[in-house]
């Protein structure tokens, strides 16, 4: 629970710090901040010059209110949640003039993969099971953590619905525990591993495609 | 011990967050860790999986906010006197 939240001795240096004027704290922060601010709100507007206005409203709205925070939440958290006020409530004007919505879509629902990819249920020998196995990688894992694959990844993250790129920037990138996520986004558990995993998934499909281009027509 | 009902590769990949957070019951986390003792492809998924979870961690954004942008919000914070 959030109420619960203890502020760590470097919290409390750096809400001190952030009181202070202390402008090398702050700049830390936008700078350490910045980019997945940048990424979650790019999930809640199209365009790139609104999300940037977002994330610039986000760190004035940090200025005026950090006298008022009262660490209930984590440093962090209290800035993303800042940020998706913002960002829905622009989102939702951007909505009602472009003529599809960026938000639509959020087909938390689906299965991950193809249904195709497996025998149907009712089959005689082995119902569910596969009818498409995976196949091995060409891309070696070493590539996968440092090569071009990061732009697949970055590419299948971006057409992510707003909801399963946020939870999968602030799980997987930042490195947030379920729990802070959850209080951040105020989801369920499960409602927190779905959007998860249907993430993953889809950025693993994306990996799959690009593997399977790579490889030359047998 | 009970036989238990197969996890079929189907299900088995719809649950791998649920497993790797801990999150499934004492009976499906059976279910799961014997289908993976019998099926080679979906070991191969789940590896994939986590080498996408892996991969995802090492993302690092070059994504940051324009100079000038960030050098306004700097001596806004400055510049602040609440």
Sequence with gaps: ?218 | MNQLPEMPCRELIEVITDYLEGALSAEDHRRFEEHLGTCTACVLYVEQFQAVIKAVGRITSEDQLDPELREGLVSAFRDWDG
């Design chain 1, 1 to 218: 629970m959030e109420a619960g939240h203890q502020q760590s001795h470097e919290e409390h240096e750096l809400v001190a710090a952030l009181r202070n004027h202390d402008d090398a704290a702050f700049t830390k922060l936008v700078d350490t901040l910045s980019p997945s601010l940048l990424r979650v709100a790019r999930g809640y507007v199209r365009d790139d010059q609104v999300a940037r206005e977002v994330v610039q409203e986000t760190w004035l709205g940090v200025i005026k209110g950090i006298d008022r925070f009262e660490g209930r939440s984590s440093v962090k958290t209290w800035v993303f949640r800042i940020l998706m006020n913002i960002a829905r409530t622009r989102g939702k004007v951007e909505a009602r003039s472009a003529p599809f919505s960026a938000l639509a879509g959020e087909d938390e629902d689906g299965p991950s993969l193809d249904a195709d990819r497996f025998r149907p249920a009712n089959a005689d020998r082995a119902p569910d099971h596969w009818s498409i196995k995976p196949q091995v990688w060409r891309t070696p894992e070493e590539e996968l953590l440092d090569g071009e694959t990061h732009q697949v990844i970055l590419d299948a993250i971006d057409k992510l619905p707003p909801r399963q790129k946020t939870v999968i920037t602030l799980r997987d990138i930042e490195g947030w525990d379920a729990e802070e996520v959850r209080n951040a986004l105020e989801l369920s558990e499960t409602n927190q591993r779905v959007l998860l995993h249907r993430a993953r998934s889809k950025v693993r499909a994306a990996l799959e495609d690009y593997d399977n281009e790579m490889q030359p027509a047998e």
